[in-house]
């Protein structure tokens, strides 16, 4: 099986679980890792057609994804790093891939609509054993409104669970990167560039802080 692997989940769509997915494979990817996504979403294939793009333009580092329907198939793979791209709406294949992950990753918006079905998401992980300290919940789509931040901050606070310091904001920038291809730490624009990679790192660290946990 492979070394690691982490879990980008989500109950519902539209949330940036792909978006975090890539971003997470390019970081360690660039670090000279053998990296695979394992994309569980075989309907809309997001993120094997955005690595489809990438190797067709040949951009670096590589990464590999291929479709998956069962974490049972990890156990075949020779990466370093396995990222699955779970699939919304899935109760059982995500509590599957959550409990062979060493790192949970859940995206949320700042609206009531995200928040709520991703804390109860959450929640449910945690009742069917999965350990509370590997789910990491990371805001994205955030509005420059500092102040809607901080009281969505508040609430996750109160549920016990990691919250990245980090974010990422509602930018086309990001969009257009992705599109093309690229990562949201791959834009054209080094202020986006830096907050994602200040994010990546900020997963990384954790990573390693529960890998040392578990050694």
Do not use: H, K
């Given at each position: 099986?492979?070394?690691?692997?982490?879990?980008?989940l989500s109950q519902k769509g539209g949330v940036g679980k792909?978006?975090?997915a890539r971003l997470i494979?390019?970081?360690?990817?660039?670090?000279?890792?053998?990296?695979k996504i394992a994309d569980f979403n075989t309907k809309q294939l997001t993120s094997v057609d955005w690595v489809g793009l990438r190797m067709k333009l040949g951009l670096e580092p590589v990464i590999h994804a291929e479709p998956y329907v069962s974490p049972k198939n990890f156990k075949r793979e020779n990466f370093d790093l396995i990222v699955a791209d779970g699939k919304p709406d899935s109760d059982d294949s995500s509590l599957a891939i959550a409990r062979v992950s060493q790192l949970v990753i859940i995206p949320t918006g700042l609206s009531t609509d995200d928040l709520k079905p991703q804390i109860l998401f959450a929640n449910e992980l945690v009742q069917k054993g999965v350990p509370r300290d590997r789910i990491m919940i990371v805001l994205n789509k955030v509005t420059e409104s500092e102040a809607?931040?901080?009281?969505?901050?508040?609430?996750?606070?109160?549920?016990?669970?990691?919250?990245a310091k980090n974010d990422l904001t509602a930018k086309t920038g990001y969009q257009k990167a992705q599109d093309a291809g690229r990562s949201v730490a791959e834009t054209t624009?080094?202020?986006?560039?830096?907050?994602?990679?200040?994010?990546?790192?900020?997963?990384v660290t954790r990573m390693n802080e529960l890998s040392e946990k578990a050694a």
């Open positions: 099986m492979s070394e690691l692997v982490i879990a980008c792909s978006t975090l494979a390019r970081t360690y990817a660039s670090a000279e890792w053998s990296v809607s931040v901080q009281e969505v901050r508040q609430i996750l606070r109160s549920t016990g669970y990691e919250i624009f080094t202020t986006l560039n830096e907050r994602a990679d200040g994010l990546a790192s900020e997963i």
